[in-house]
């Protein structure tokens, strides 16, 4: 026979394609298979026909080979619905793999979506932020700089203000004498001294005075600077005698006649306190006079006559 069977496969899948072909093969055997059996019952009645039985014995060895052929190919058959089997339970769980992937894609992409929607919208806030941090950078620039001119402006008047201070507290400091007394004094041979008003009898000046009570200065030993001029008021002074020079207030030169150091007590006066200064020529008439000095500063003075 010469028909064909032709099966236009569903699916292109392998348990499909071997399901189609074991299922041609089957047709066409069973097709061989009733031939063969129709022709053998023809055997009976052209018995006597000697010259069909060639054709007859050729057609049952045939037969044979056939039914061989047949379980051949039903074992084969079998054999291949088993792979057939397993490779539609691999391909099913393949299937559910892909659209578990696919799922999980179609999330991933989403989610992309999603935080590229975030980054898009993250730049622009971060683009924002710069935009403010420069502006606030500048404006704080500028403010700190506005606030480092008042630190210079407070630096300056605090420097201002402590001059001051410490100008008040050193002028504050400054001692105050009272009660000064300026006597011309005639040393008898005896060693008794006596006061006297005549310039030819005085054999030195002595100088009598007390320090107020200062609450300002501080205790320790303070420098008392006299200044005794004569009566054409030149400055008496001898450096053998302790006769020196220091700076006023004002900065000048100062000379001065003697000087003399008392111990002092905060807020506390010192009392009789005495300097002598011995002139060794004799004294010229007039009117002496006596300035006291501390810390630049004239604290007091007197004056003696002497005829």
């Known amino acids: 026979m010469n028909n064909q069977i032709e099966f236009e496969p569903k699916y292109n899948f392998p348990g499909n394609v071997l399901r189609q072909k074991a299922r041609a093969i089957f047709l066409y055997a069973t097709a061989v298979f009733l031939i063969m059996n129709a022709l053998l019952s023809c055997k009976s009645n052209t018995a006597s026909q000697s ?67 975030e980054i898009k919208t993250d730049k622009k806030i971060i683009a924002s932020l710069k935009n403010d941090l420069n502006e606030n950078t500048k404006s704080y620039e500028e403010r700190l700089s506005a606030l480092q001119n008042d630190k210079n402006d407070l630096m300056r008047q605090r420097d201002s203000l402590l001059a001051k201070y410490n100008k008040i507290l050193a002028l504050g400091s400054v001692l105050h004498a009272s009660n000064i007394q300026l006597t011309a004094v005639h040393i008898k041979r005896s060693g008794r001294e006596k006061d006297t008003k005549r310039a030819r009898r005085a054999d030195e000046l002595k100088i009598n005075f007390d320090i107020d009570e200062n609450r300002i200065a501080e205790n320790g030993t303070k420098q008392l600077y006299l200044v005794i001029k004569d009566p054409s008021g030149n400055l008496l002074s001898d450096p053998a005698s302790g006769s020196g020079s220091t700076t006023s207030s004002n900065g000048t030169k100062l000379n001065y006649t003697v000087l003399k150091e008392i111990p002092l007590v905060t807020n506390e006066p010192v009392k009789n306190i005495t300097v002598e200064w011995k002139k060794e020529n004799e004294y010229e008439k007039g009117t002496y006079s006596i300035t006291i000095y501390n810390g630049g500063y004239r604290i007091g003075g007197g004056m003696v006559e002497l005829r």
């Open 51 to 117: 010259q069909d039985q060639n054709k007859i014995d050729s057609l049952s060895i045939a037969k044979d080979t056939l039914q061989s052929q047949f379980n051949a190919a039903r074992i084969q058959i079998d054999n291949d619905a088993t792979k057939s089997a397993i490779l539609d339970s691999m391909i099913q769980r393949k299937d559910l793999e892909i659209a578990k992937l696919q799922k999980e894609t179609g999330h991933l992409i989403s989610n992309n979506k999603k935080l590229a929607n």
